[in-house]
């Protein structure tokens, strides 16, 4: 089977690796890919935006199965395009994306089906917006309904940073999806990443990972789209993880068929664990990145067999996926500037090295210049490892890194740092 595999960065490389290790995969394309990705797929240049194009490069190939990595096409609706078509596709269609697509549409979805997350109200205005902050207590949290790049949530300490967060959303700084807000109340606790697969119908759980948003060590400055993560996160408990899968995903797959948006693809639940139970954040609709390259490195199934069956309806028919019990990590390398304006050129070298660690290096920004690689974005590579804990794959990781050649990189010092505390205390 031939597989096409949209999307550039960490997440797509990880993905790449692992289906080009699939003896059901006859030839994989990338687009656009990147350096990293090229070593498993051969590269191919679609404007993505041109549904027709996809179609017609899908059928000109005989593409057997299409993995759509990042969110914007999912929520532009190019999984309903191909499909439509007859393609096999891994990945929501538009309508059950807006899971991620809208912060509204998710909240009012838990409302209907008592799922468990914050109280929130929806406003359109900004005069709307600022009359009901006085309902909420301090801090208080403040999101651009649509999708804003990471950028539209606000964590206000103070109520002059609430209104500020209002006005910010309704003076079109985040263009279309700042036309609504929505206010909600600060949850207290842990983060973990959780996900699941489904095709509508069966859900399988695919592990849990922890991410580090902020770009500073301690978790200080601002906020990525994750500077680092490990799997699995421990402090989901098997009997945490039950109550997130029969009071969170449960509902929100059954909620969805219901209502005539059957949900097809990865569910990724951001998760709070609060003193009341399981919350749940937010959802998105694709793999995390970075939280995908530590689950493909410890994920022990075949992916294209797996995504397959989720794409033609059939999940009830594989076995559970199936994990290592070691732990996996991965440090994100980014451009000096990140998340503000990265450096963009710097010159790689010596990944042969790093990988000589033992680590796995996937390639997030990167770009080839003449015959070198230089960077090319914010988040540049991806250094991934595994361990019997989640101590010893930072170790191997960290080890990695240093072999690495990037003047214009930096990274997190303390990827892992809850739970590598947790284990020194075992
Ligand atoms: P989101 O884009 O919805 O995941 O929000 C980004 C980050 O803001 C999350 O990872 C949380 O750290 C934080 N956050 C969002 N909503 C809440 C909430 N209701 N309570 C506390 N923190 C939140
Ligand atoms: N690492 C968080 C995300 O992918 O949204």
Avoid at 213 to 232: C, E, F, H, I, L
Avoid at 270 to 285: A, D, R, S
Avoid at 331 to 346: E, L, N, T
Avoid at 388 to 397: E, P
Wanted: aromatic share 6%; net charge negative.
């Amino acid at each position: 089977m031939n597989i096409l595999l949209i999307g550039s960065g960490g997440r797509e490389h990880a993905l790449a690796w692992k289906l080009a290790q699939s003896p059901l995969c006859t030839t994989l394309f990338a687009c656009p890919g990147n350096p990293g990705i090229a070593a498993h797929a051969e590269l191919v240049d679609l404007t993505i935006e041109d549904h027709a194009a996809a179609v017609a490069f899908c059928e000109e190939r005989r593409i057997g199965l299409v993995v759509i990595g990042p969110e914007a096409p999912l929520v532009d609706g190019l999984a309903d395009s191909l499909r439509s078509a007859g393609v096999p596709v891994f990945g929501p269609g538009k309508a059950a994306a807006q899971l991620e697509g809208s912060k509204a549409f998710t909240k009012e979805l838990c409302e209907r089906h008592n799922i468990p997350t914050a109280g929130f109200v929806r406003v359109t205005s900004e005069a709307q917006g600022l009359a009901a902050l006085d309902a909420f207590a301090i801090p208080v949290v403040i999101k651009a309904d649509g999708l804003a790049a990471g950028k539209g949530v606000t964590v206000a300490m103070s109520r002059a940073e609430a209104d500020e967060a209002v006005r910010e959303i309704f003076s079109g700084r985040f263009g279309a999806a700042g036309a609504e807000a929505v206010i909600e109340e600060f949850m207290e606790g842990e983060e973990v990443s959780f996900f699941a697969i489904t095709d509508g119908h069966t859900v399988v759980p695919f592990g849990s990972a922890q991410d580090h948003k902020r770009v500073g060590d301690g978790d200080v400055g601002p906020n990525t789209g994750g500077m680092g993560a490990y799997s699995p996160a421990r402090v989901l408990t098997p009997l945490l993880e039950g109550e997130t899968l029969e009071r969170i995903i449960a509902p929100t797959v059954r909620g969805l068929a219901d209502e005539g948006t059957p949900y097809s693809g990865v569910l990724f639940a951001g998760l709070m664990l609060t003193n009341q139970g399981v919350k749940l954040i937010e959802y998105n609709c694709r793999f995390g990145d970075p939280e995908c390259q530590v689950l493909m490195l410890r994920y022990q199934g075949d992916l294209a067999e797996l995504l397959l069956a989720t794409a033609e309806n059939r999940l009830a028919t594989l076995p559970p996926p199936r994990f290592s019990d070691d732990a996996a990590l991965t440090v994100v390398i980014a451009a000096s500037g990140y998340p503000g304006a990265p450096a963009q050129g710097g010159e790689i070298g010596a990944l042969a090295k790093a990988e000589a660690e033992g680590a796995k290096v996937f390639h997030a920004g990167t770009a080839m210049d003449g015959g070198r690689l230089v960077s090319k974005g914010g988040r540049v590579l991806n250094v991934t490892a595994s361990g019997q804990s989640v101590g010893a794959a930072q170790k191997i990781a960290y080890h990695a890194i240093n072999k690495i050649d990037f003047n214009d990189g930096f990274f997190r010092h303390d990827i892992g740092w809850r739970e590598v505390e947790r284990e020194a205390k075992e």
